[in-house]
């Protein structure tokens, strides 16, 4: 399979550099969205020969992107696991953890898995396919009070309880188990001129609670405050607000809640130190050649010297 048509990098030279990979530099480094491999490629080109890149996958397509490189490490499994599978590989700590989230472009293109709103196909959405509950699932057999709260946490929606609704009614005449389905079902809803932007939300709903992409990110990044050495670099590409935000309040407090714990002198305990106070985006050139980099965040930031006692202390 062709790398590049898989999934094109996003922001890949400041990804880079926020993981602080320099030329011919050794390091254990973990992408934990391997995809097509261009970001792994990218960090492989930079290491030395006795660096490390592990890379971890949950979809069995992109198992076919593994480069024939002996420095390389794929690990077919869900990010939210990255610390257990990587001690199972003997590897305690690493020197960079980069994770860029959301949906490749091959997973959208691909009409069959059921991501995008432009491909006929079945309401599946699943990134790892083994798994039992699809888009479809989720449509047919969720009630009305757990679609509206599908729709209104991880979609946003203005009035999910009418989308909502609206599949009880549809579903009770018929099954529904396609995109162009769903899409009718809802069609009446979307404001006219942002049909898109409306099924693009009601799309990111469903896909968020079949993965659970929000817990399996909340796991992943904590289990970075034990992996990261001191020094080492958290380098995160979010796509939408809800991931954005878990990911800025995380590198700045260490927690989700965002509430800073300090000692007794009143000093903040921190695990990481912000290497970008906002987020990076792509530049306009990137922008026109990759449209899916118009709404990438990179945030960076750098482990501490403070210990996993003390912030459990902190917040205990």
């Known amino acids: 399979m062709d790398a590049t048509a898989y999934h094109i990098p996003v922001l890949a030279s400041a990804s880079l550099e926020g993981l602080g990979i320099g030329s011919n530099a050794g390091g254990i480094f973990v992408d934990a969205t391997f995809g097509g491999g261009g970001h792994t490629r990218l960090m492989l080109d930079a290491l030395s020969n006795n660096g490390q890149v592990f890379g971890m996958d949950q979809d069995a397509d992109a198992h076919h992107n593994v480069p024939n ?3 390389f490490t794929l690990i077919p499994e869900n ?13 305690r700590h690493v020197d960079g953890i980069l994770g860029d989230l959301g949906v490749s472009s091959h997973q959208f293109d691909t009409g069959s898995r059921g991501f995008s709103t432009r491909f006929e196909g079945p309401l599946d959405m699943r990134m790892n396919q083994s798994q039992p509950v699809s888009a479809a699932e989720v449509v047919g057999t969720y009630s009305v009070a757990e679609l509206t709260r599908v729709f209104r946490q991880y979609g946003e929606l203005k009035r999910p309880d009418k989308a909502a609704y609206a599949i009880e009614a549809a579903r ?4 529904i188990q396609q995109t162009s389905q769903l899409m009718a079902v809802l069609n009446f809803l979307a404001p006219r001129g942002k049909e898109n932007q409306y099924f693009a939300q009601v799309f990111q709903a469903l896909r968020i609670e079949v993965n659970d992409e929000l817990g399996a990110l909340q796991a992943m990044l904590l289990s970075s405050i034990e992996l ?4 080492g670099r958290l380098a995160i590409i979010s796509y939408h607000s809800l991931e954005d ?24 305990l ?3 130190d912000l290497l970008s106070r906002k987020a990076i985006i792509a530049d306009s050139e990137e922008q026109e050649r990759n449209p899916r980099a118009r709404s990438a965040r990179l945030r960076i930031a750098q482990r501490t010297a403070l210990t996993t006692e003390q912030i459990k202390s902190a917040t205990a």
Request: aromatic share 14%.
């Open 245 to 268: 935000r878990m990911v800025k309040h995380f590198m700045r407090s260490g927690n989700f809640e965002d509430t800073i714990h300090r000692d007794f002198k009143g000093q903040a």
């Open 69 to 71: 490189d002996d420095r």
């Open 172 to 175: 009770k005449e018929s099954p």
């Open 270 to 272: 921190c695990p990481f």
């Open 79 to 91: 990010f939210r696991y990255m610390r257990n599978f990587l001690r199972q590989e003997g590897v």
């Open 228 to 231: 990261l050495e001191e020094g």
